[in-house]
């Protein structure tokens, strides 16, 4: 299993990006995508969770991200996305991408994108 995170990169408060995460090795459409952050100044931190998108269409985002970010998918091409729009630098973080299969627990992890917002 292959969860592949792109598109981070360094932007100015207020400006917009936008994140994906292809998936090799899993039935994508069965799988429930999230997207996950963890600042780097704080690796004992757990990661907190920032959008999901079940399997079935159902949609949930952190409070601070509402308004603002938009998760998405593709099953055709096994892809999860994440459009980050205003960004503040307290969205500053390693944003990783999930994949959780909820009738048996399982899941699995990118290895992360780091997203830097400058003041």
């Known amino acids: 299993v292959q969860l592949v995170e792109s598109g981070g990169g360094l932007v100015q408060a207020g400006e917009s990006l936008g994140l994906s995460c292809a998936a090799s090795g899993i039935t994508f459409s069965l799988y429930d995508m999230g997207w996950y952050r963890q600042a780097p100044q704080a690796p004992g931190k757990q990661r907190e969770l920032v959008a999901v998108l079940t399997s079935g269409g159902s949609r949930n985002y952190a409070d601070s991200v509402k308004g603002r970010f938009t998760i998405s998918r593709d099953n055709a091409k096994n892809t999860v996305y994440l459009r980050m729009n205003s960004l503040k630098p307290e969205d500053s973080a390693v944003y990783y991408c999930?994949?959780?299969?909820?009738?048996?627990?399982?899941?699995?992890w990118g290895k992360g994108t780091l997203v830097t917002v400058s003041s």
């Open positions: 999930n994949a959780h299969r909820a009738v048996s627990g399982i899941d699995h």
